[in-house]
T-cell receptor
Framework: QKEVEQNSGPLSVPEGAIASLNCTYSDRGSQSFFWYRQYSGKSPELIMFIYSNGDKEDGRFTAQLNKASQYVSLLIRDSQPSDSATYLCAGRGTGGGADGLTFGKGTHLIIQP | KAGVTQTPRYLIKTRGQQVTLSCSPI?????VSWYQQTPGQGLQFLFE???????NKGNFPGRFSGRQFSNSRSEMNVSTLELGDSALYLC??????????????FGDGTRLSIL
């Protein structure tokens, strides 16, 4: 059973600070990982994806992947109130069978003005 | 560039009925995946289509089925609806079904309510 685990939160961060969101996964066959942001009542929106060990930066967002520890994280620098949302971590393998994205339950992030 | 388009946005059905949901992927995207989102279970993978063929399937009963047309548009059908089928059904498209780093982009979803 492939699992992706996230702390449900809420995670409360002051405006302007760094928000750190974490995710662990059980399937060592997972090759690529995705972070989605979902506002209440809306559909998930892709923030970043990563498939190599290390860091990947895009603007205020940095994704980190450690395959040995089966750990993925998302850092949001200079957090803004508009970043308040649920952040979903997802993993995907490249094998056969049921190989769609496996999602965590999401972390609810609150940026306090 | 137009995003993923799902219709209808909202549906109300009664137990025992069937329903068909539609999804048009982003232009140039040939892979379409369907997901069910509920408060208790979160986002769960239903199935994925590429080149009119189902490539992957999640752990859902046979009442859930789908198909893809030659223009990459996809439909999902749920027969003999149950109360537990009430959920947000999301369609996501990507350029292809596999390969490292193939991101999926979601539509706005169809909210299905079963009375």
């Amino acid at each position: 059973q492939k699992e992706v685990e996230q702390n449900s939160g809420p995670l409360s961060v002051p405006e302007g600070a760094i928000a750190s969101l974490n995710c662990t996964y059980s399937d060592r066959g997972s090759q690529s990982f995705f972070w989605y942001r979902q506002y209440s009542g809306k559909s998930p929106e892709l923030i970043m994806f990563i498939y190599s060990n290390g860091d990947k930066e895009d603007g205020r967002f940095t994704a980190q992947l450690n395959k040995a520890s089966q750990y993925v994280s998302l850092l949001i620098r200079d957090s803004q109130p508009s970043d308040s949302a649920t952040y979903l971590c997802a993993g995907r393998g490249t094998g056969g069978g049921a190989d769609g994205l496996t999602f965590g339950k999401g972390t609810h992030l609150i940026i306090q003005p | 560039k137009a995003g993923v388009t799902q219709t209808p946005r909202y549906l109300i059905k009664t137990r025992g009925q069937q329903v068909t949901l539609s999804c048009s992927p982003i232009s140039g995207h040939r892979s379409v995946s369907w997901y069910q989102q509920t408060p208790g279970q979160g986002l769960q993978f239903l199935f994925e289509y590429f080149s009119e063929t189902q490539r992957n399937k999640g752990n859902f009963p046979g009442r859930f089925s789908g198909r893809q047309f030659s223009n990459s548009r996809s439909e999902m059908n749920v027969s003999t609806l149950e109360l537990g089928d009430s959920a947000l059904y999301l369609c996501a498209s990507s350029i292809g079904p596999r390969g490292v780093g193939q991101p999926q982009h979601f539509g706005d979803g169809t909210r299905l309510s079963i009375l």
